[in-house]
């Protein structure tokens, strides 16, 4: 199936450092997805790309599609406290519409 | 994007009860989306909420356990119905928006006693 692994699993680190997760699937995608979810709210999408080898920022942060559209990366430059929260990596499934799997999650941390 | 609002925010019930959500959407959507997050866990689809007809569900969850409405292109209702401790948990709704991508509501937060 479309499964997507997502890592690391949480993340504990020192304001101001860079942080990087990732997401994986033995399927091929052809849209990667990426939400943040803040403590008691709902997802909130932060990056979508559509093309591989694409790079989009959006701030401080930035992900990529990968070449083999089999995964993709999130990047955050210079965490600050308010990135504290579950990042998920999503994708559609395939001829399914709209329909998305999503990633396990990664958990950050921040201490100030 | 959409903006998406559910009642109950959160709510605590006794077993065997049932509770009704709703989810707005702030304009009209083609594809409205029902999903469960366990404590800690990642999101997993429940049901599509079709509008005019009945719901697609998702393997694992049942229309007798999970009803679901949608009467218009901007609503939705999901009842999780004879409650069990093992249905605490966070209920999201989210709308389709363009280019594949869905908009998530804030969440229904339940604890069953």
């Known amino acids: 199936g479309q499964q997507l692994n997502q890592s690391p699993q949480s993340m504990f680190i020192q304001e101001g450092e860079d942080v990087s997760m990732n997401c994986t699937s033995s399927s091929i995608f052809n849209t990667w997805l990426w939400y943040k979810q803040d403590p008691g709210e709902g997802p909130v999408l932060l990056i979508a790309l559509y093309k591989a080898g694409e790079l989009t920022s959006n701030g401080r942060l930035t992900a990529q599609f990968g070449i083999t559209r089999k995964d993709s990366f999130l990047n955050i430059s210079a965490s600050i406290p308010s990135d504290v929260g579950i990042y998920f990596c999503?994708?559609?499934?395939?001829?399914?519409?709209?329909?998305?799997?999503f990633g396990g999650g990664t958990r950050l941390m921040v201490k100030p | 994007s959409a903006v998406i609002s559910q009642k109950p925010s959160r709510d605590i019930c006794q077993r065997g009860t049932s509770l009704t959500i709703q989810c707005q959407v702030d304009s009209q959507v083609t594809m409205m989306f029902w999903y469960r997050q366990q404590p800690g866990q990642s999101l997993t689809l429940i049901a599509t909420?079709?509008?005019?007809?009945?719901?697609?569900?998702e393997s694992g969850f049942v229309i007798d356990k999970f009803p679901i409405s949608r009467p218009n292109l901007t609503f939705s209702t999901l009842t999780v119905s004879n409650m069990s401790p093992e249905d605490s948990s966070i209920y999201l709704c989210?709308?389709?928006?363009?280019?594949?991508?869905?908009?998530f509501g804030p969440g229904t937060r339940l604890l069953v006693l």
């Open positions: 989210s709308a389709a928006g363009g280019q594949e991508t869905q908009y």
């Open positions: 999503a994708g559609p499934i395939y001829n399914a519409g709209n329909m998305l799997t």
């Open positions: 909420a079709n509008q005019g007809s009945e719901a697609t569900y």
